[in-house]
């Protein structure tokens, strides 16, 4: 049997999208239409909009999530959001070390560790994203940076706490490009991540913990993918914008557990 019992995990990432009026929408359409508890389900909007979005998701089964925190609870750092401000939100979920954290704002993974911990330490289910440049992939590298990016996020986290990591491999050239890895190139990625959790922690920690794939994820492809055997649900970004696309991935999620 596939995925040893792991509940899939279908996470949108909004990224800097959709407005007030737009959110409550898109996250009304998704609370309605993801139906029974098969798929874990999570939508991650822009921080100003956690709070109204979070209410309105309330009493069904999506987990409200944001793009981002800061390590410290409180104090001078001046645009920054904690993880208790999150949670104060109803916030149940953190994406921790995207690649566009990563590559575009310039976060270390010494800064994607702390966050990581600070994400873990609230109880929320942070999901660390790690993957390759197309320069890195080219040069053979894709598994040597996949491994950094885990050792360094995961650095100090017990196994006790796995249960609340989600890990993500998203190569950067993948994200929003409309390429998409190959159902058996991510498989691979996916085994070598799940190979490394059990050299890090156990057998029984690799077995658990959910990897998901993420890049250019859609309708279209998001079947042949979750159908391997590693690959445990999606992170999707642009098409978590169009609820029926959205909706659509869960669906190819839920069809693994049937
Ligand atoms: C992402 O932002 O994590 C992502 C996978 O984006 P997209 O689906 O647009 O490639």
Redesign the pocket.
């Known amino acids: 049997m596939p995925h040893i019992n792991r509940k899939p995990f279908v996470g949108g990432?909004w990224?800097m999208n959709t407005n007030a009026t737009d959110g409550l929408a898109l996250v009304e359409a998704v609370a309605d239409g993801i139906g029974n508890d098969s798929v874990d389900v999570a939508v991650y909007p822009p921080f100003v909009y956690l709070r109204d979005i979070a209410s309105k998701a309330q009493g069904s089964n999506l987990v409200v999530g944001a793009q981002d925190c800061w390590y410290e609870a409180k104090g001078a750092f001046t645009g920054e959001v904690s993880t208790e401000m999150l949670t104060d939100c109803r916030v149940g979920s953190v994406l921790t070390g995207?690649s566009?954290r990563r590559h575009v704002i310039g976060e270390s993974d010494e800064l994607v560790n702390l966050k990581t911990k600070a994400g873990i330490a609230a109880g929320l289910v942070t999901v660390l994203?790690v993957g390759e440049t197309l320069d890195q992939r080219e040069a053979g590298q894709t598994d040597a940076v996949n491994e950094t990016q885990i050792r360094s996020g995961l650095a100090d986290v017990g196994e006790g706490s796995l249960g609340l990591v989600v890990i993500?491999y998203?190569p950067v050239w993948?994200?929003?490009?409309g390429k998409t890895a190959t159902p058996e190139d991510a498989q691979n990625a996916h085994a070598t991540i799940r190979a490394l959790i059990a050299l890090m922690y156990s057998q029984q920690a690799a077995n658990a913990i959910r990897i998901i794939y993420?890049?250019?994820?859609k309708p279209g492809n998001a079947n042949e993918l979750m159908a391997m055997p590693d690959i445990d649900g999606g992170?999707?970004?642009?098409?978590a914008l169009t609820p029926g696309d959205f909706l659509a991935i869960i669906q190819a999620g839920a069809a693994q557990t049937a």
Not at 174 to 177: K, L, S, V, W
Not at 235 to 239: R, S, V, W
């Open positions: 990432n990224k995207h566009e994203c993500a998203e993948a994200i929003g490009t993420g890049g250019s994820m992170l999707i970004g642009g098409a």
